[in-house]
């Protein structure tokens, strides 16, 4: 299993057991029961530029597809404690237009949880939806601060900087394969660097060494 998949199964087990614990159970701090069987259906949203109808983002559709691997884990470990949960998948397509449809949807009101979408363009508009309807929503792989001043849960999760340094590496490789990369790293020797993550991913990928200057 991925660390990306580990995180999001990590991350929702947290985020739905505090909601249900806080809506089922008397509020915030309520204690949740062992193996607890939660008969609300919980209906959740995942928003994310699957891009199926176009192959030229393949390599999008691919990342995507293992985040969406790592959800379904997630989904796995909560129904097996007695949670009843339901998933509705949607392609954003990278367009914020689509995501504008897709939101007006009747079905989307009745969502106890949003996931996504990726970028932040569409996450302006999915956040204004969030907040007329308090609907909590998760930005999957990146920071996003709130646009509005609405009260509504907004969770970030923020891959480890190890991880994301490691797909930067990736993604430095696939947009420059023509150029030579050189990474500047300051850090002493006894200090953390995560160049060597940027480094590694970036050798993986373009099959040549990005040269290290410190």
Not at 94 to 104: P, T
Not at 109 to 117: A, S, V
Not at 176 to 197: A, C, E, M, W, Y
């Amino acid at each position: 299993m991925s660390g990306n998949k580990i995180s999001i199964l990590f991350f929702l087990l947290l985020s739905f057991v505090s909601l249900s614990a806080s809506s089922l159970q008397g509020g915030p701090g309520a204690v949740i029961a062992k193996d607890p069987v939660v008969k609300k259906e919980f209906h959740i949203a995942l928003m994310l530029p699957f891009c199926i109808d176009d192959p030229t983002n393949f390599k999008i559709r691919e990342r995507m597809a293992d985040y969406y691997e790592g959800v379904l884990l997630a989904m796995d470990e909560l129904e097996s404690k007695g949670m009843n949960l339901k998933l509705h998948v949607f392609d954003t397509r990278k367009d914020s237009m689509v995501v504008i449809g897709l939101l007006k949807n009747v079905e989307m009101i009745k969502m106890d949880l949003i996931i996504g979408p990726v970028f932040e363009n569409e996450l302006v508009e999915v956040e204004k939806f969030c907040a007329i309807y308090n609907i909590p929503l998760v930005s999957p792989l990146k920071y996003y601060s709130k646009k509005t001043a609405a009260d509504y849960p907004l969770f970030n999760n923020v891959p480890a900087d190890s991880m994301l340094f490691y797909y930067m590496g990736a993604m430095a490789a696939e947009s420059f394969p023509r150029h030579q990369v050189i990474v500047l790293d300051d850090v002493t020797k006894n200090g953390k660097s995560n160049s060597n993550n940027f480094r590694k991913a970036y050798a993986i990928a373009s099959k040549k060494e990005a040269k290290l200057v410190d």
